[in-house]
């Protein structure tokens, strides 16, 4: 009895230690990076004339003294008026301070406040301190948003079990490279291709193997991950210099060239680097489910040949690569809606709309991305039924 007790815990214990070990790992890479991308920037948006400053702090409301609101005529849910409130400040310098503030409600500020609700406020200041000037800024959404992402999480966890808890981790990594090494690096004034072919190397390397584990389809799948990343990269490099477009079309290319000015980020390349993280997840998602079904059929027929495994794979990236590719082109078209809607809503000239900047970005990045998961499917099936056939072959 003592014994059995023993070894199933060890067969149960060992997985979870190691789980503990990769989160431990994680976390404290994720602390890691934080820590050395910190810098100081070269403006200080929360200085103002003088030694004045303004800061964002938490505040709740303690009275509605008065308010005058009307539901919009024509739009349900919007609301317009003003409150008057009063709220406590909660953080920063001035915290258990009591302040009057009005709230005036617009059509993209229609936040109704009642007592007890939480919400942010923009503290102005001069250095004195004499004379305070207190904003309402937004609701404070800090702790619906880590709810939600909570739920979230104890979901994948619960439906995946063991391979959910490192999803999650591989999704925590993934979000800390970008934010913590990939745009510092980009800010410092590496290319911007440079960084996201590396980064995709890296997210590859790592995430593939926590969520489907070491082996031959795994690094099929990571090496058809970069070689489907790199074609899609060489082949929007062509259209774009053909449809002459860069990272100088985004819209947001004037604070850019304002930040290109006090530091090293190369405009240009940032095109080519959105098209390659926007679409990581969807190839790496197709390039491991090709291996896994690849590796399957391998595993039924130790046997089977070079082209029994190709055509194994290829009639399951059949199937996936048509929902796959319309998920990204979904997904670039959501991004979209808006301005959509005023294309549609203007009648504007189909000679204007195509050739826009904003609407021949989205194009390229869609179809770029559309791109990478179609040649994921030939690409990952060879590289995996190659080396299943050499592993095979050793035996």
């Not at 207190?134 to 999480?153: E, K, N, W």
């Not at 934010?179 to 291709?193: C, K």
């Not at 969807?282 to 082209?307: C, K, Q, T, W, Y």
């Amino acid at each position: 009895m003592h014994g059995a007790f023993q070894m199933k815990f060890h067969i149960s214990g060992r997985p979870l230690i190691s789980d503990i070990v990769l989160a431990v790992l994680v976390v404290s890479y994720t602390a890691c990076v934080m820590l050395v991308s910190r810098h100081t920037s070269y403006y200080d948006i929360y200085k103002l004339s003088g030694r004045d400053s303004v800061s964002f702090e938490k505040a709740v409301v303690t009275a509605v003294s008065s308010e005058k609101l009307e539901n919009h005529s024509r739009q349900k849910g919007m609301v317009t008026g003003f409150q008057e409130l009063t709220v406590r400040i909660l953080t920063g310098q001035y915290a258990g301070k009591i302040v009057p503030v009005t709230n005036y409600l617009n059509y993209d500020t229609s936040y109704r406040f009642m007592p007890g609700k939480h919400l942010i406020v923009s503290v102005n200041a001069t250095a004195d301190g004499k004379s305070l000037h207190v904003f309402v800024s937004t609701p404070d959404r800090l702790f619906i948003l880590c709810l939600f992402a909570v739920l979230i999480v104890l979901l994948l966890c619960a439906a995946g079990g063991r391979q959910g808890f490192r999803s999650v981790l591989a999704i925590i990594f993934t979000l800390s490279s970008i934010l913590f090494v990939f745009v510092p690096l980009v800010y410092r004034g590496i290319p911007p291709a440079g960084a996201a072919v590396l980064l995709a190397a890296v997210t590859a390397g790592i995430t593939l193997p926590l969520t489907g584990g070491t082996g031959r389809k795994t690094a099929a799948a990571t090496a058809g991950t970069l070689i489907c990343l790199c074609l899609a990269a060489g082949v929007q490099a062509v259209f774009c210099r053909l449809t002459m477009i860069s990272g100088f079309t985004f819209g947001d290319t004037d604070s850019l060239m304002q930040i290109a000015a006090h530091s090293g980020l190369r405009i240009g390349g940032l095109l080519f680097a959105a098209v390659l993280i926007s679409s990581l997840g969807a190839v790496m998602d197709i390039a491991m489910s090709i291996a896994s079904a690849v590796n399957e059929v391998h595993l039924n027929n130790p046997s089977a040949e070079f082209r029994d495994l190709f055509t194994a794979g290829m009639h399951m990236g059949r199937d996936m690569m048509g929902t796959m590719a319309n998920t990204l082109i979904l997904a670039f078209t959501g991004s979209s809606l808006v301005m959509l809607v005023q294309i549609y809503t203007y009648n504007m000239q189909p000679n204007q709309v195509l050739n826009s900047n904003s609407i021949a970005v989205e194009i390229i990045q869609a179809l770029s991305g559309s791109f990478a998961v179609i040649s994921a499917v030939p690409v990952v099936s060879a590289l995996s039924a190659q080396m299943l056939c050499k592993a095979g072959n050793r035996k």
